[in-house]
């Protein structure tokens, strides 16, 4: 079994599942059977100032967004942060860590944009003995309309400026959680790093209505008839998620700085998807809330599995993988053709690839009497969508076209050479990329 | 109380609830969350094979897919568009044979979408509510007969009510509804199931049914056509193939048909007499639903004897299973010989056979089985042609049931061509109804 243990800003972990800041990280109570089940590591559910906690709403604060049997795609939530007394928190995280040492704690804050507020949760903090913080600049609502939250983390000097007082009134690692309700996140991943930040953590929840009671008209989740944008979590937003992570990760300002990876991650393949593109490990909500603390076995033996069949002796080893390879669209190979191909064995005859093609593509599938489907190469530019909406997998696959072979859509031969969209001889506009 | 143990042929071989029991709902519905997983897994194919397998062309991917919306009233409309008996369907359908063996998951995973189920699902939703989802057109003052108010009957008398004619519906037996009425299984047509879909179809107005009139008896055709502008005869298969072997003429051997129309018919279970040793010679539907229903009512040993092997049987391997997990014995390739017994059945000589060059013949060499009672479930003829052109040994029809004699359709089980399913009977109810309506209506 692979060595999962993985150490992420000096910070050692059993596996790199934490759980993210969230419900449940609430209490001691959870976090340590969350330990108990196998997580690598948490990050405590958000604290705020001294004082009256805040009041959550008392009706519903999730909705959600369903599959097939009412398979969870996405949840997005209204609640706000910790509505626990402060100190309580303190006094839990630090027994935790006492008796999980080997476990990451890292403890979630949101005070006022204000020097004075860091100034005096820090110290308290520091004394829990937990392995770091995490700065929540991402929650989308409720606290956003107080000033803090995505009210900071949409601007780029805000969140420079707080890292820069975390780093001066805190001695242990900084990670900077980012909200994606923005146009750029390369720009709040900069501004934290000049900030000093240790790493970012993203993405926080997407600002979103789930859906609307067609009888009352309210948004759901409806609090007596009214409701608000929640934020959005879960597999549904997982593309999002990479995408962000993936920018950061190639960014030259931001290059090399560690990221933890957030945002519908459900299986270890999820997991290990987020690593390639950079993430030094990832947390974890959604999949807890939806099938509850024992997933994490499932991540840690697929994980495992993978990085045996790999050869990955350590998550470092593939950590950032897939970087290289993320581009821009300019640099695409026009030169690349693939055809696709249908397994006759395998089709069952829905005939969906059909439909999906004829209707909505490039009428590349021809349907006989008998329902046997097959691709007109002379048409097919290889889009994919037959293979996304095939319910067979491995069904219908891209194949790419060998050098010197004719096009028969083009009636061009394959080039063996590269050549990207600047380059290019069917582009006339190509010096414009430059 | 008698016991599955008493000898002979006796009522009662089960107390009241087990009999209750037995003959309740072979399938249970399903409930609205079953429903919702059970529709999850359709896929919405292109063209979809469950269409083309099925003789009504329903259009299942879009039924399912406003199960699965939330919408099993319009689930309901898109079956009744094309089967208006899509309640009976769903319940007697073979859908192993037609849309859920087309299913392309039948091929996938050998487990394809509960086509059968989902369907009664949306159209019990629809009856239970008691809406009728179509009106009828603006009056045309044609009148037409139907006559057989069985499944054929029905289906083209509600496309012709709903067309605007008035029709009239004479039927031979006291009650409407056919084989759906008298020719089903118990368990299939639970809590009067074939009588309610009857009045909830002609609720449609513009049916009139009159019972106890019998073609060739109170009914002339000659005089049926005198009257209407169009006739659509669906008169079914009233008359039950003879048994001709030595001792077919003994006490306990009776009709399946019989049978089954005297169990379908009783308030009471427990008066029903049946065979400690019942022997059932056929191998269709009937023949299962006979078997399957001695086996209920409490019968020690029951079986199908069935004269070519289980290939050839008509009742699918579904219903094979069904009977063998009842407990009936399937015996294949055995054909009866002669009946032996003091007055009254006591055994069955069966000679066993085999097919040689195509031909089916004994082999010479016989069993006995006991048998108290011996039901004969070997077909079922055709008892009045009103003097039409026949094909085979059942009324010629051409197109959509046009007959030898102009104006006079003909549809269902009495018609040559289709299977005699109730499927295919309302199928061509339909299409007899568009014709006349065409033709009624200035067509060719």
């Known amino acids: 079994m692979a060595d999962l243990t993985t150490d992420f800003l000096g910070i ?37 100032s001294e004082g009256p906690p805040v009041v ?33 928190n303190l006094e839990e995280i630090k027994r935790v860590k006492a008796d999980y040492p080997d476990r990451a704690m890292i403890v979630s804050i949101m005070v006022p944009c204000e ?95 789930t859906s609307v009671n067609l009888d009352t008209m309210s948004p759901e989740p409806s609090i007596d008839g009214k409701g608000t944008h929640g934020g959005y979590c879960g597999p549904a937003v997982k593309p999002i998620a990479m995408s962000m992570v993936s920018e950061i990760a190639r960014d030259p300002e931001t290059a090399g700085l560690p990221i933890s990876g957030i945002g519908g991650v459900t299986t270890w393949r999820d997991a290990a998807e987020f690593i390639t593109l950079g993430c030094g490990n990832v947390q974890v909500c959604t999949a807890a809330m939806t099938y509850g603390f024992k997933i994490v076995q499932e991540m840690i033996s697929g994980l495992s599995q993978w990085m045996d069949e790999k050869g990955h002796t350590s998550i470092a080893d593939f950590c950032g993988a897939a970087v290289p390879n993320t581009t821009d669209w300019q640099y695409l190979n026009l030169n690349y053709i693939a055809k696709a191909k249908i397994d006759q064995d395998a089709c069952i005859s829905c005939g969906r690839c059909y439909a999906a093609c004829e209707d909505t593509s490039h009428q590349a599938i021809s349907m006989s009497a008998d329902r046997v489907f097959e691709v007109i190469d002379a048409e097919c530019v290889a889009c994919n969508l037959c293979v996304d909406v095939c319910p067979v997998e491995n069904c219908i696959s891209m194949v790419a076209m060998e050098p010197g072979s004719v096009d028969p859509r083009t009636g061009k031969t394959v080039e063996k050479d590269y050549a990207n969209w600047t380059t290019h001889p069917n582009n006339p506009a190509a010096t414009a990329a430059e | 109380m008698n016991s599955p143990y008493t000898p002979g042929i006796a009522a009662a071989r089960l107390d009241a609830e087990a009999l209750a029991e037995n003959f309740t709902d072979l399938h249970a519905p399903l409930d609205g969350h079953e429903a919702a997983v059970a529709a999850d897994r359709c896929y919405f194919c292109h063209d979809a094979p469950c269409i083309t397998a099925c003789p009504t062309d329903i259009d299942i991917p879009l039924f399912i897919r406003q199960i699965a919306t939330g919408t099993p009233e319009a689930a309901a409309k898109t079956i009744f568009d094309q089967n208006i008996l899509g309640g009976m369907c769903a319940r007697v359908c073979p859908t192993e044979d037609l849309c859920e063996q087309a299913c392309v998951r039948e091929l996938a995973e050998g487990k394809p979408v509960e086509i059968g189920r989902l369907q009664r699902y949306a159209t019990d939703t629809v009856m239970a509510a008691g809406v009728m989802p179509f009106e009828r057109a603006a009056p045309t ?32 037996m006291p009650k409407p509804g056919g084989l759906n009425e008298y020719g089903i299984a118990a368990y299939k047509s639970t809590d009067d199931f074939a009588a309610r879909e009857v009045e909830w179809l002609c609720s449609i107005g513009g049916i009139e049914i009159k019972t106890g009139m019998a073609l060739g008896e109170a009914l002339k055709l000659d005089d049926v056509v005198g009257c209407f502008a169009a006739t659509f005869l669906a008169v079914g298969l009233g008359g039950v193939n003879a048994l001709s072997v030595d001792g077919a003429d003994k006490d306990g051997v009776e009709d399946a048909v019989s049978f089954i129309e005297t169990l379908r018919q009783t308030d009471d279970l427990s008066s029903l007499p049946v065979g400690r040793n019942v022997v059932v010679i056929g191998g269709g539907m009937t023949a299962v639903d006979a078997a399957v229903q001695s086996k209920l009512l409490g019968a020690d040993n029951v079986t199908i004897a069935y004269r070519r092997g289980r290939d050839a049987m008509g009742a699918s391997r579904y219903e094979q299973d069904l009977a063998a997990s009842h407990g009936v014995k399937l015996m294949f390739n055995a054909q009866p010989k002669a009946i032996h017994g003091n007055g009254s ?33 070997i077909g079922q003829t055709l008892t009045s042609d009103g003097g039409l052109e026949l094909d085979g040994r059942k009324i010629a029809v051409t197109g959509a049931g046009r007959t030898s004699r102009a104006g006079v359709w003909a549809g269902g089980d009495c018609a040559a061509g289709g299977d005699d399913l109730t499927v295919t009977a309302v199928a061509e109810g339909r299409d007899a109804a568009m014709d006349i309506h065409a033709t009624l209506m200035g067509g060719s």
């Open chain 2, 141 to 172: 003052g044609k009148k037409v007969a139907v006559i057989g108010a069985g499944p054929a009957g029905l289906s083209c008398a509600h496309r012709l009510a709903m067309l605007g004619h008035d029709v009239t519906v004479y039927d031979a």
């Open chain 1, 115 to 209: 020097e004075q507020a860091w100034k005096d949760i820090l110290p308290l903090v520091e004394d829990t003995g937990a392995d770091g913080i995490e700065l929540n600049f991402g929650c989308p609502h409720g606290m956003s309309e107080r000033g803090m939250g995505a009210a900071v983390g949409q601007v780029p000097e805000y969140i420079e400026m707080v890292t820069r007082w975390c780093k001066q009134y805190y001695s242990k690692p900084v990670i900077v959680k980012l909200t994606p309700n923005i146009t750029d996140i390369r720009k709040p991943a900069a501004a934290a790093k000049r900030g000093g930040a240790d790493a970012v953590s993203l993405i926080n929840t997407i600002n979103s209505i």
């Open chain 1, 56 to 88: 959550n709403v008392n009706g519903p604060r999730y909705g959600v967004i369903y599959g097939k049997d009412r398979t969870v795609l996405g949840i997005n939530n209204i609640e706000l942060i910790t509505d626990r007394d402060l100190y309580t």
């Open chain 2, 345 to 377: 059945a006591a055994e069955i000589e069966l000679e066993l056979t085999e097919t040689v060059d195509g031909t089916l013949r004994g082999t010479g060499e016989t069993v006995r089985l006991p048998a108290d009672q011996i039901f004969r479930a």
């Open chain 1, 12 to 48: 050692k972990s059993p596996n790199p599942f934490w759980l993210a800041s969230a419900p449940p990280t609430d209490k001691e109570y959870n976090v340590r059977r969350a330990f108990e089940a196998g997580w690598g590591g948490v990050v405590w559910k958000t604290l705020g």
